[in-house]
């Protein structure tokens, strides 16, 4: 897809094991209470709530710890004011890095990130300085049928791309494609359309795996030195392991050759 690092494969991949050893916790926590402060505690009225909690539960999450965190969001429980906040900077070799980050104290997280940078040969920025390079969009994902599952010839047949392509164009969607790297179909919004656009294709009979607001750089910075992106996917990954930051979003990219020549 045009616009998706090689980082942000490689994000993909470490939220996932992230996830089942349950690293991703306090993450999923903080969202869920952000969200619940934000728009309130219901699941169908408070769309980002409900993807929070619908990731969180797809990451291990416990219900309880689920519950505790939207009561904390919604005021029912006493818990630390958490503000969302973003940082921009370069990594080594001119990478452009935006950090969005939820923190209770903008001091420390601050301090923290400046020292990530300086540490693998980048700076941080001021605001804006890379921003512009991260549209916001939405995703939605929707799993591939296969054969094997428990879905009849005659469901995995109708279930195809060219009608979801047909379904999705009643929600004006930016893009529809096939992700290969995860095995399945994407649906690119605005951020503006992605709820609409999610809770339309529900409404069609389609379950919808992810549903997510996301940026996508509009340009990649090719990186050709494997010491250079040893120390870009350092800084990537130590900033990406903070419990402050929710998520971090790159244009590095770089060969297959490169990355296998990296050693992490």
């Not at 999923?28 to 009225?45: P, T, V």
């Not at 965190?69 to 969302?84: F, M, Q, R, S, T």
């Not at 893009?175 to 294709?201: M, P, Q």
Request: contains cysteine; glycine residues 10%; aromatic residues 8%.
């Amino acid at each position: 897809m045009s616009g998706h690092s090689k980082w942000a494969n490689i994000k993909h991949k470490k939220a996932k094991a992230d996830a089942a050893r349950g690293a991703n916790f306090a993450k999923f926590s903080r969202e869920i209470i952000i969200a619940a402060k934000i728009g309130g505690g219901d699941l169908n009225g408070n769309f980002r709530l409900r993807t929070a909690v619908e990731k969180a539960k797809a990451g291990g999450l416990p219900n309880d710890t689920i519950k505790r965190a939207i009561d904390k969001g919604c005021g029912n429980l006493a818990g630390d004011n958490y503000e969302e906040i973003t940082y921009e900077g370069y990594g080594a070799g001119g990478v452009a890095v935006f950090i969005e980050a939820a923190t209770d104290n903008k001091n420390r997280t601050a301090g923290d990130i400046r020292s990530y940078f300086t540490k693998f040969g980048g700076n941080l920025g001021e605001t804006g300085c890379v921003g512009w390079i991260f549209e916001p969009y939405g995703i939605i994902a929707i799993d591939k049928p296969q054969e094997k599952s428990k879905r009849s010839k005659e469901e995995v047949k109708m279930f195809d791309f060219d009608k979801l392509f047909e379904d999705s164009m009643e929600f004006d969607p930016i893009d529809v494609y096939e992700d290969t790297d995860e095995d399945d179909y994407k649906i690119k919004t605005s951020t503006e359309n992605l709820e609409a656009t999610a809770k339309g294709l529900e409404n069609l009979g389609y379950t919808i795996k992810s549903a997510e607001a996301t940026r996508i750089p509009s340009n990649s910075n090719e990186i050709t030195d494997p010491a250079i992106a040893k120390k870009v996917l350092l800084l990537l990954e130590k900033l990406d392991e903070h419990d402050d930051v929710q998520n971090v979003y790159s244009n590095f990219e770089a060969s297959d050759d490169i990355m296998a020549s990296v050693d992490m």
